[in-house]
């Protein structure tokens, strides 16, 4: 029997790809990707056995090296230089070697001798400088051999936190390695992969389960996109319901496409179904139909063979062995099958409004959890919840709101049986849950067992896990990774902040989908794949071999567009600019609570597709205490890889930061910001937006000519702040040095 879920509002969600990094540190392999556990341990850089970069293959290359220096020294110094050549081979397997060799931007040539501590240095050219010149090609380093100092000066590192050996004992970064690692208010460092963009209002993310993992995305609209592996797009919808689907462009419509299901043993048979909002008459219903997957093209729907059905509530039916007689049938098991005052497609009772419901997979090795059902139900006036929902049980609304009494006569009659939810929380938080996921996928083991969601009007991304051993739920926020964390190729750290739906892969990895402007016409929706920077699987253990699928439509290449934000000393949080007012029906709603004043612009009351929510002002997350800059202060906003030193300038003036015009720019300018952060030469005065632009914040500076011995930028001559005459694509950056370029 296939069974066939259906909640009003829910549709197969979409998941959220992150990755998980450490605040402090920021360990990474030589392949610009986090460490692993290795399968088997290591026999000769065994002090990485338990977490490192390397797997057997490497290790034993790494001992082949070794054995070769071996061959080629004498006797003599083979016995005294042994340990320093074990040292240096292995730290290509320390989880720190993109440092340890500078090999944290792609761009950038890496070093072929790790980068080594002063006195560690000091002592290994005393007994064995010689043995640089067979560790090493650069024949640069061979001409320092001589000079200790020039020699130590050359492997040195700029971040001296992560020279060799020193980063060894270095608490902050060793005392929580290959951990997903909380902030001092708790809250999971994460990151972020763009994986498609453009999108409107993008309500779910599914995949077949056919083996060819695709994904197919829908829009609020009624169109649904197939994406390939490779991320690129066919240019022919997947399915258009658009001109039969009820919606607008009003920013918070609820209305209009809002899931999408294909059946558990697609592709025999090759149906699938859909969910969407359809106006009859004068009066508005929501439909949930069965289609066909196309005889003649596998990446598109046959459009008519479309069967309706109207329902509503939380639903579970049997959609097999439909193609005579009825559209569904009861399964058996049901819990109301025989309860002549119950519909018997009803599965469970008392609840308000699910957004996004989701399976679990269960545990990879055991098992542990399969097939749980997990609900994010929106609240009425106080509280959002996340339930379990079993069969035949009752959920409490409209007596109980997350744990409280919403109304107190209905709550003093309720049944003792009633469930509780597993997690609530109030509008302080966020006022619009969506369901989520528990992470099941391969690629970041840490987050195995995590139940990760989200709330649509605060941005808010938080996660939940559970104690095997009481049944108690442990609530986490999940953070974007600050500075280095996620300084990855490829990565972001920030989003925008109406999260729209969960998903998960055919592999099973977690995505989420949000957008900045909440209109079923605007083009702002983004995937975002959900990355752990503090863990991966070991390389090669989560290959997938997709199924090959005919492609008949154009395909459209992936063009990532989100940039990776260098936030030294906060977390970026979501923002949205405010949204325009969309027409509401009218329904009996609480007055909501007074608005908290944050320093960000707030949102407008808005609702997400399918949400079902009173009016109220988006709260904005607790402020971390940082000092506020003074006028004048400069920052260097850097693209994802870059050293420290070089990014676009971006300046405090007014209680706002916002970037400078490269009208005018040149070293003097440089000058005075490199000074200002600390470093002795401005190496060059950088243009047309070279390391990125930004477009979230004005334009503050325009036409600044500098002498040089300026304090900060304020006091150069200028056009007046906010007085401009360029666009973004002109923001200034400089590269800034400690040592001087001209040596």
């Known amino acids: 029997m296939a069974g066939l879920w259906a909640v009003a509002g829910i549709g197969p969600g979409a998941l959220l790809a992150l990755r998980a990094l450490l605040a402090a540190a920021h360990p990474q392999c030589l392949d610009f990707r986090p460490p692993f556990r290795p399968?088997?341990?290591?026999?000769?850089?065994?002090?990485?056995?338990?977490?490192?970069?390397?797997?057997?293959?490497?290790?034993?290359?790494?001992?082949r090296r070794f054995r070769a220096l071996e061959a080629r020294l004498d006797a003599g110094m083979w016995a005294t230089c042994a340990g320093y050549a074990l040292d240096l081979l292995c730290q290509e397997c320390s989880p720190y070697a993109a440092h340890?060799?500078?090999?944290?931007?792609?761009?950038?040539?890496?070093?072929?001798?790790?980068?080594?501590?002063?006195?560690?240095?000091?002592?290994?050219?005393?007994?064995c400088r010689g043995l640089f010149r067979y560790l090493s090609p650069d024949r640069e380093l061979w001409a320092l051999e001589s000079n200790r100092a020039k020699l130590c000066r050359y492997l040195s590192l700029d971040d001296t936190d992560y020279c060799f050996p020193s980063l060894l004992v270095n608490e902050n970064l060793n005392s929580n390695l290959g951990r997903v690692v909380a902030d001092a208010k708790g809250c999971l460092q994460l990151c972020l992969e763009e994986v498609a963009n453009g999108l409107r209002n993008p309500v779910a993310m599914v995949h077949a389960g056919d083996g060819s993992h695709r994904f197919f995305v829908a829009e609020q609209v009624g169109l649904v996109w197939t994406y390939l592996p490779d991320r690129s797009r066919l240019e022919k919808p997947f399915l258009n319901v658009s001109q039969a689907v009820l919606t607008s462009p009003w920013e918070g419509d609820e209305r209009g496409f809002l899931g999408l299901a294909f059946h558990p043993r697609f592709p025999h048979p090759s149906k699938l179904y859909v969910y969407y909002s359809v106006a009859v008459g004068f009066r508005e219903w929501i439909r949930i139909s069965e289609f066909r997957v196309s005889e003649d093209d596998e990446n598109t729907v046959d459009h008519g063979s479309e069967r309706s059905a109207l329902l509503g509530k939380v639903l579970r039916i049997d959609v097999d062995r439909n193609e005579r007689g009825p559209l569904y049938r009861i399964p058996p098991d049901n819990p109301f099958v025989d309860d002549p005052g119950a519909r018997p497609e009803v599965y469970a009772l008392g609840v308000r409004n699910?957004?996004?419901?989701?399976?679990?997979?269960?545990?990879?090795?055991?098992?542990?959890?399969?097939?749980?059902?997990?609900?994010?139900?929106?609240?009425?006036?106080?509280?959002?919840?996340?339930?379990?929902?079993?069969?035949?049980?009752n959920y409490g609304w409209r007596a109980r709101e997350g744990f409280e009494c919403y109304d107190r006569k209905?709550?003093?009659?309720?049944?003792?049986?009633?469930?509780?939810?597993?997690?609530?929380?109030?509008?302080?938080?966020?006022?619009?849950?969506?369901?989520?996921?528990?992470?099941?996928?391969?690629?970041?083991?840490?987050?195995?067992?995590?139940?990760?969601?989200?709330?649509?009007?605060?941005?808010?991304?938080?996660?939940?896990?559970?104690?095997?051993?009481?049944g108690q739920w442990k609530y986490s926020e999940v953070c974007m990774g600050r500075g280095q964390t996620c300084a990855f190729p490829g990565l972001i750290n920030n989003y925008y902040p109406h999260i729209i739906s969960f998903a998960e892969d055919e592999a099973g990895e977690l995505y989420f989908m949000s957008t900045g402007v909440p209109s079923a016409t605007a083009a702002r929706g983004v995937i975002y794949k959900v990355i752990d920077p503090s863990r991966r699987a070991p390389p090669g253990k989560c290959k997938i071999h997709p199924a090959q699928v005919k492609v008949k439509s154009r395909l459209i290449p992936f063009v990532p567009k989100e940039k990776f934000i260098w936030t030294p000393e906060s977390t970026p949080r979501p923002t949205a600019r405010a949204p325009t007012k969309a027409p509401r029906r009218k329904r009996p709603t609480a007055a909501p609570p007074a608005p908290t004043i944050r320093p960000t612009k707030p949102a407008r009351p808005t609702r997400r597709p399918g949400a079902r929510k009173g009016g109220g002002r988006r709260r904005g997350r607790p402020s971390t205490a940082v000092p506020a800059p003074q006028n004048g202060s400069v920052r260097l906003v850097r693209p994802a890889g870059l050293s420290p030193g070089r990014g676009r300038v971006e300046v405090f003036v007014g209680g706002h930061w916002g970037t400078v015009c490269d009208d005018a720019w040149d070293t003097k300018a440089a000058t005075v910001v490199c000074r200002q952060l600390g470093f002795a030469h401005a190496v060059r005065a950088v243009k047309r937006a070279e390391f990125g632009e930004g477009r979230a914040l004005p334009i503050l500076l325009d036409d600044v000519r500098c002498t040089g011995n300026e304090r900060n930028l304020l006091e150069c001559a200028h056009a007046g702040v906010g007085t401009h005459n360029c666009k973004h694509e002109e923001d200034a950056g400089v590269e800034c040095s400690h040592r001087d370029p001209d040596l």
């Open 100 to 127: 340890l060799y500078d090999a944290e931007d792609p761009a950038t040539p890496l070093r072929t001798v790790p980068g080594l501590c002063e006195d560690y240095c000091l002592d290994m050219w005393q007994t």
């Open 39 to 63: 399968p088997q341990p290591l026999s000769f850089c065994a002090q990485y056995s338990a977490f490192g970069c390397c797997t057997a293959e490497q290790d034993a290359a790494l001992a």
């Open 410 to 470: 209905l709550c003093a009659n309720a049944s003792l049986d009633d469930v509780l939810p597993i997690f609530a929380y109030p509008h302080k938080l966020g006022k619009s849950v969506t369901g989520g996921y528990v992470y099941r996928g391969c690629e970041y083991p840490n987050l195995n067992g995590l139940y990760i969601f989200g709330d649509f009007m605060s941005g808010r991304l938080m996660s939940l896990r559970e104690n095997p051993e009481t």
């Open 354 to 393: 699910m957004w996004r419901c989701s399976f679990d997979r269960g545990d990879p090795m055991s098992g542990t959890g399969r097939g749980r059902l997990f609900c994010g139900d929106v609240g009425q006036n106080k509280y959002e919840e996340v339930d379990l929902v079993e069969r035949g049980r």
